[in-house]
């Protein structure tokens, strides 16, 4: 229930569920999942910390990769600096273990910590990801790899690119799950929903929007742009 409420964008109901999953449902790692798509970075950081933690006591070797690969990934909207050093930490947990999403998800965190820098060094990373998604048929994953490209797009104040990236994102996300995707999509960069929107932010969509469109404006000074 928690999965799918999530993919629909029912945040407050996959919150419900997540708090009732214990670990046997991996329910750390589930909120973490739910909180940063409402931009909440540090929260959701925190959650994905305590999904590894629980994991290393319990010995899941694969739980614990993934729970610190997430854990980079938020913290490379916020803080490149410290996600390079979680990253790391994450590449070094996934040695010797089979774990395909998870290793393309830290490198799209790798490509979220380049994010608004000039030349085409995040483009051409964008690239290669997009396909070895695409091969490995993870449309979940490609559709984050877009939204990263979105964010980077954004912070470059480059509307053309923007429009492609939502293009793209509408694509992946048709069936509606994660459509809710695009909605962030339009967040970051000030633009208006095409259409209301059908996701249920946990505290609402203006909220969410300003703290997607903080996280761009953060970025930009950050890159002296």
């Given amino acids: 229930m928690a999965h799918l409420a999530r993919a629909a964008g029912d945040f407050p109901i ?25 931009a909440d970075m540090d929260r959701a950081a ?8 629980e994991a290393e006591q319990h010995a899941v070797a694969g739980e614990r990769a993934t729970s610190q690969a997430q854990r980079a990934f ?6 490149p600096a410290r996600a390079d050093d979680e990253l790391d930490l994450a590449q070094q947990l996934l040695s010797g ?17 380049y994010a608004g820098t000039p030349g085409g060094h995040v483009e051409d990373h964008a690239d290669r990801l997009r396909a070895e998604l695409h091969i490995a048929g993870l449309t979940s994953t490609q559709a984050t790899l877009e939204l990263a490209l979105c964010f ?9 690119q923007v429009h492609a990236d939502i293009a793209r994102l509408r694509d992946l ?14 967040f970051m960069v000030g633009l208006p929903l095409a259409a209301p929107s059908q996701a249920r932010w946990l505290d609402g969509e203006q909220p969410t929007r ?3 469109r903080a996280l761009v404006s953060a970025r930009r000074a950050h890159r002296r742009l």
């Fill in 14 to 38: 996959a919150l419900a569920a997540a708090r009732t999953l214990g670990w046997p449902g991996r329910h750390h790692r589930v909120e973490g999942d739910v909180w940063w798509p409402q």
């Fill in 46 to 53: 925190a959650a994905y910390e305590a999904a590894r933690n």
């Fill in 74 to 79: 938020v913290l490379s909207f916020t803080d």
């Fill in 97 to 113: 273990l089979d774990l395909r999403a998870t290793t393309l998800t830290t490198q799209i965190a790798a490509l979220l910590c």
């Fill in 152 to 160: 980077h797009h954004a912070v470059r104040d480059e509307p053309d």
């Fill in 173 to 186: 996300t048709r069936t509606d799950d994660y459509a809710h995707y695009v909605d962030i999509a339009h």
């Fill in 210 to 212: 300003a703290r997607w």
